[in-house]
């Protein structure tokens, strides 16, 4: 069975840091794009920030500067370094990959972690 399995998340005061650790587990070939989007109350889900297999990453604009996304493909974990954090980045986090297993070729979630910043 393939899952992702998130941690890291909690609460902490603006401008402090969040490390978000995402593992994948199970019967897995490759993984290709992997990421975290977020969700918060009242609002749609957004892509936060991804990385391909290729160490290409992508993030959203509120967060440039201030989150980093990293990959350890032997452990088939992706990181998200939350530095300078704000009240706006309160959200539930959720890890996705784009995983090829062995039953198929899929986009996976994870349950989410909260991440809460006070002001």
């Known amino acids: 069975q393939v899952q992702l399995v998130e941690s890291g998340g909690g609460l902490v005061q603006a401008g402090g840091s969040l490390r978000l650790s995402c593992a994948a587990s199970g019967s897995i070939f490759s993984i290709n794009n992997i990421g975290w989007y977020r969700q918060s109350s009242g609002k749609q889900r957004e892509l936060v920030a991804r990385i391909s297999s290729g160490g290409t990453t992508n993030y959203v604009d509120s967060v440039k500067g201030r989150f980093t996304i990293s990959r350890d493909n032997a452990k088939n974990t992706v990181y998200l370094q939350m530095n300078s954090l704000k009240p706006e980045d309160t959200a539930v986090y959720f890890c996705?990959?784009?995983?090829?297993?062995?039953?198929?070729?899929?986009?996976?979630w994870g349950q989410g972690t909260q991440v809460t910043v006070s002001s």
């Open positions: 996705f990959a784009d995983m090829i297993t062995r039953d198929s070729y899929a986009e996976y």
